[in-house]
C-alpha cells in the first residue's frame, strides 16, 4: 500500500501451501511405500547392529567432550561468515569505499572473535 | 544597583598600572586581542564546520546512536581485558564503560530526535526522548547491579569478564527495544537481549537448577520469539511495511473490522513481547528460570529486561491505540489486555503468598509488578501514563536491585534462600536488615518510598482513562502484596535466628545505599524524576 506497487492477499500464497503439501506428501508416500513394497527378512544375525565387525559393547550415548562442539559451531561461524563475502564481491564496483570499508570492519570484528578464540585455547587439543 | 563611577577609580587605577607595570599591561591588551581573534577565528570555523567535514563527523556519531556502539566496543574491550590477571579491573572497566555511557545517553536526551538511517523508510530507531529516559533507567539500574558481582571475581570457574561483555551486549538488545522505529528493529533487539539472557541464566555449568532454567527460558522463548515473528509476518502483509509510520498510517485509515489480518498480527505480537515481560497467562517459565539462575542475573532479568519489554510494549501498543489514530482499535483490544492485567496481579500476588522461598516470591512479585506496569500501558494517556511508566520503572528497578543485593549477601554460595535464613538479620547485621526493609516497603508501595508514587502514578493514569474497576482489582492485590512483603520485615527483626554474623562485600554496600537513598528520594520528592526526564 505505501511502499509495495501490489498488495498480496492470503490467497496469493496458496501455491507455497501447495509445494508444502507436495513436499509433506511425498515423504509420507515414499515412507509407507518403502515398507510396504520392500521384503521382510528377520534373524538374529539381521538385527544386529553391525552385521560382521567388532562385536559392539556398551551404551552408544556416550558424552562425547565439549571440544567436538566448539570446533563444530567455530567452523559453522566462519564458513557463514565467508558466504557473507559473495554478495560483497558480486556488487564489489557498485558499492565501492563504502562498501570496501563497511566490510573491514566486519571482518575486523570476525579477526577479534578469532583472536579471542586462540586466546581462550579453544583450538588447543590435549 | 548603583551606577557605576566611571571618573575616579578608574583614572586612578590606569596610572597606578601605566606608572608601574607598562609592559605587562600591553601584554594583557595583547593577550584579550589575541583571544578576540582566535574567538572570532573559532566561531567562524564552526560556522564553518556546520556545512564541512567536522559536521559530517559529529552527525555520524549523532546519528548512529552512539550509546550502542560504544556499549558494543566496550563489551569487545572487556573481553580482552579478562585475560589479565588481575580481576578487579574488569569490574572496575565495566562500570567505567558503562557510566560513559550513561552519560553519552543523558547528553542524547536533552537533544533533539536522532534517527538513525532516515533515508531507509523513515528509518530503523530513534532517540527521542521515551527511549532515551528508559535507556537512562535501564544503565543505571546496570550499574547498581555491577558492583553486586564481587564475587565472582574471587571464584576461579567464574568468568567475570564474559558475563560484564553478555551482560553489555544484552543492554544493547534493551536499548534498541526502546527506541525502535522499524518492527525488524524490535525483533533484533529482542533477540540480542534474549539470547544473552539465555546464556547467563546457564552460567552456573555444575548446577543442575540453573541448566533447567537456561533449557526452559531457552525453550519457552523461542516459541515466544515465533509467535512474534508470525505476528510480524501478519502486519506486514496488512500494512506493506515495517516502519512504525507506515503502521500508524494504516491504523488511521483503515478500521478494525475491515482488517482482521492485522489485529490478528497486532495480537500475536504482543503476546510474544508479553512473554518477555512475563504478564500473567505467558508468565509459567518464570519463577523456576528466576530462581534456576544466578541471583546476580536474576537481578538482571527481573529489573533490565522488563524495562525494556515494556518500553517496547509501551512503544507498540501507542501505534494501535491513540485515541486520535487508533479510534476504532483500542475498544477492539483494550479489554483482552485489561483481563491479561487482573490475571497478572492476581496470579502475581496471591501465588507469592504461598512461597517459602525468598527469590520465588521475588519471581512472583515481579509478575504482580508486570501487572501494574502494564496497567499503565492500557491507560495510554499520552503525557501520565508514560510519566507513571517511567516513574515506577525506575522505583521497581531500584528496589529490585537492593532486595537480590541483600538477597545475595545472605545467600552467599550456598544458595540460602529461604525465608528462614532471614530470621535474626536484624540483630546480626542491622545495615542489611534495613536496606532489606527499605526495599520490601517500596515494592509494598508504603508511603514516602519511591513505589508509594509509582504506583499512584499508575492509578491516577488508569482513573483518567476511566477504567475504575481496574484500580479496585489493583488497590486489593497491593494489599496482598504487603502480606508478603512484610513476611521477611517479620523475620529479619522478630524472629531469633542463629545469630551467624553475615559478610556484606564493600560493592554490596555501595549498592545499598545508593538504591536505597534513591529510593527515599523519590517516595518524597517524586518531581525530582518526572521534571527531570519527561
Known sequence: MLFLTKIYQPSDYLPILIQFGLAVGFIVITMIATHALGPKRHSKVKDETWECGIEPVGDARTPISVKYFLIAILFVLFDVEVIFLYPWAVNFKHLGWFGFFEMITYLAFMLIGFYYIVKRNVLKWE | ?534
Open chain 2, 1 to 534: 544597583m548603583p551606577p557605576p563611577t566611571k571618573n575616579c577609580p578608574v583614572a586612578v587605577k590606569n596610572n597606578h598600572v601605566q606608572n608601574i607595570k607598562p609592559a605587562s599591561f600591553l601584554d594583557l591588551r595583547v593577550l584579550f586581542f589575541i583571544l578576540q581573534k582566535a574567538i572570532i577565528i573559532l566561531s567562524k570555523l564552526l560556522a564553518f564546520s556546520k556545512k564541512s567535514y567536522l559536521c559530517k563527523l559529529r552527525n555520524i556519531f549523532h546519528q548512529k546512536m552512539l550509546s550502542l556502539i560504544l556499549l558494543s566496543v566496550f563489551g569487545i574491550t572487556n573481553l580482552f581485558l579478562g585475560f589479565l590477571r588481575q580481576r578487579n579491573i574488569v569490574l572496575f572497566a565495566s562500570m567505567a564503560f558503562t557510566f560513559i555511557t550513561l552519560v553519552v545517553s543523558w547528553l542524547d536526551m536533552n537533544g533533539t530526535l536522532i534517527t538513525f538511517d532516515a533515508s531507509l523508510n523513515g528509518g530503523m530507531m530513534a532517540n527521542d526522548k521515551l527511549s532515551t529516559s528508559f535507556a537512562f533507567v535501564m544503565l543505571l539500574t546496570a550499574l547498581l547491579i555491577f558492583p553486586l558481582s564481587t564475587h565472582y571475581l574471587k571464584d576461579k570457574e567464574a568468568q567475570p569478564a564474559e558475563y560484564y561483555a553478555i551482560l553489555m551486549f544484552s543492554l544493547v538488545g534493551a536499548l534498541m527495544m526502546v527506541s525502535y522505529k522499524n518492527l525488524i528493529m524490535l525483533f533484533v533487539g529482542v533477540e540480542i537481549l534474549s539470547i544473552s539472557m539465555y546464556v547467563l541464566t546457564g552460567s552456573d555449568k555444575h548446577n543442575v537448577k540453573s541448566n533447567e532454567a537456561a533449557l526452559k527460558y531457552f525453550l519457552m522463548g523461542s516459541f515466544a520469539t515465533g509467535i512474534l515473528l508470525f505476528g510480524m509476518a501478519l502486519l506486514y502483509g496488512a500494512v506493506g511495511a515495517f516502519t512504525t509510520e507506515a503502521i500508524q498510517t494504516y491504523v488511521s485509515a483503515n478500521k478494525v473490522v475491515d482488517s482482521p489480518m492485522a489485529f490478528l498480527g497486532f495480537s500475536m505480537m504482543l503476546i510474544g513481547i508479553l512473554f518477555k515481560i512475563s504478564a500473567a497467562p505467558f508468565h509459567f517459565w518464570t519463577p523456576d528460570v528466576y530462581e534456576g539462575a544466578p541471583s546476580l542475573f536474576t537481578a538482571f532479568m527481573s529489573t533490565i529486561v522488563k524495562t525494556a519489554g515494556i518500553g517496547a510494549t509501551l512503544k507498540f501498543v501507542t501505534l494501535f491505540g491513540f485515541i486520535p489514530l487508533g479510534a476504532s482499535w483500542y475498544p477492539a483490544w483494550y479489554k483482552g489486555v485489561a483481563i491479561v492485567v487482573i490475571l497478572t496481579l492476581a496470579i502475581g500476588n496471591i501465588t507469592a503468598v504461598y512461597q517459602s522461598s525468598f527469590k520465588r516470591m521475588l519471581a512472583y512479585s515481579g509478575i504482580s509488578h508486570a501487572g501494574y506496569l502494564l496497567m499503565a500501558v492500557l491507560a495510554l494517556s499520552p503525557v501520565s501514563s508514560v510519566k507513571a511508566i517511567l516513574f515506577y520503572t525506575l522505583a521497581y528497578s531500584v528496589a529490585t536491585v537492593a532486595a537480590f543485593g541483600g538477597l545475595m549477601a545472605v545467600a552467599g554460595n550456598k544458595r540460602k534462600e529461604e525465608y528462614a535464613y532471614f530470621n535474626g538479620l536484624g540483630k546480626t547485621n542491622p545495615f542489611l536488615a534495613l536496606s532489606i526493609t527499605i526495599s520490601m516497603l517500596s515494592l509494598a508501595g508504603i508511603p514516602l518510598t519511591a513505589g508509594f508514587f509509582g504506583k499512584l502514578f499508575v492509578f491516577l493514569s488508569v482513573f483518567e482513562r476511566g477504567l475504575y474497576f481496574l484500580v479496585v482489582v489493583a488497590v486489593l492485590m497491593a494489599a496482598v502484596g504487603v502480606y508478603y512483603y512484610f513476611r521477611v520485615i517479620i523475620a529479619m527483626y522478630m524472629r531469633e535466628g542463629n545469630n551467624e554474623p553475615v559478610q556484606v562485600s564493600s560493592g554490596t554496600i555501595a549498592t545499598l545505599l545508593i538504591a536505597n537513598i534513591l529510593t527515599i528520594a523519590l517516595g518524597i520528592a517524586p518531581d525530582l524524576w518526572l521534571n527531570w526526564f519527561m
